[in-house]
């Protein structure tokens, strides 16, 4: 039986920590709380960022929260809370849902993702572009 994107972001939903706008914006700045901002660089740069999230790329997140992994990055070994956010809060469902089944014990995301954020005239900051060396 073939699982649809649909499906599998549905039964995500389901199973994580889906925080409104207004619910993140409390926790945004708070100590103990990383925001996590999953989507693709050139949607940073586009679009801007949530100041003060840390940028995991979507097909890097298990590579990076894997403390076995050669590619571990620090701030996942952290006791944080962890807030997810990609643009419209489906890619953030299915990280959450994969950081939890890898144990990582606060999840969360934000349901409609960056664009929610955006629209509800919550901080967002410029994403400098790279420039060619």
Do not use: N
């Not at 549905?10 to 103990?32: D, K, N």
């Not at 097909?59 to 809370?81: I, T």
Request: hydrophobic content about 40%.
């Amino acid at each position: 039986m073939k699982k649809t994107a649909k499906a599998l972001v549905e039964e995500a939903m389901g199973r994580v920590t889906t925080y409104t706008v207004e619910q993140a914006r409390a926790l945004h700045g708070q100590p103990g709380v990383q925001f996590v901002d999953v989507r693709d660089v050139r949607e940073l740069e586009r679009e801007g960022a949530i100041p003060g999230a840390f940028h995991a790329p979507r097909g890097m997140l298990e590579f990076w929260a894997d403390p076995e992994s050669p590619y571990h990055k620090p701030v996942f070994g952290e006791d944080k809370q962890y807030v997810l956010f990609c643009a419209a809060g489906w890619r953030s469902a299915l990280a959450t849902q994969t950081l939890m089944d890898m144990g990582l014990a606060h999840v969360a995301h934000i349901d409609g993702g960056f664009d929610a954020w955006k629209k509800a005239g919550a901080p967002v900051q410029d994403k400098p572009r790279k420039t060619p060396s």
